[in-house]
């Protein structure tokens, strides 16, 4: 199983991005995906979620600017990011999770600026 993100880069504060991750090796609808976020001297934590029925769920202090949806045709989750703060600057990583396996991809440099 492979996942590969793309769409990270510099940007604003205020400004926006959408994050891609395409998975291959694997029935893609069967996995629940999700985006994670490391910033620089902290832990990894979640953002948002989203299971093989498109049901979601999210950071508490995300609700409302992030947006995670997924293509079943595409085998692609995406992370929409809209009013970019400062703090949102991290690598961002894509997860495949099922029954406890876990796959992870290379993560995605967001880096926002005031």
């Known amino acids: 199983v492979q996942l590969q993100a793309f769409g990270g880069g510099l940007v604003q504060a205020g400004g926006s991005l959408r994050l891609s991750c395409t998975v291959s090796?694997?029935?893609?609808?069967?996995?629940?995906m999700g985006w994670y976020r490391q910033a620089p001297g902290k832990q990894r934590e979640l953002v948002a979620r989203?299971?093989?029925?498109?049901?979601?769920n999210y950071a508490d202090s995300l609700k409302g600017r992030f947006t995670i949806s997924r293509d079943s045709a595409k085998n692609t989750v995406y992370l929409q990011m809209n009013s970019l703060k400062p703090e949102d600057t991290a690598v961002y990583y894509c997860n495949a999770n099922r029954l406890s396996t876990n796959f992870w991809g290379q993560g995605t440099q967001v880096t926002v600026s005031s």
């Open positions: 090796g694997t029935i893609f609808r069967f996995w629940e």
């Open positions: 989203i299971t093989s029925d498109g049901s979601t």
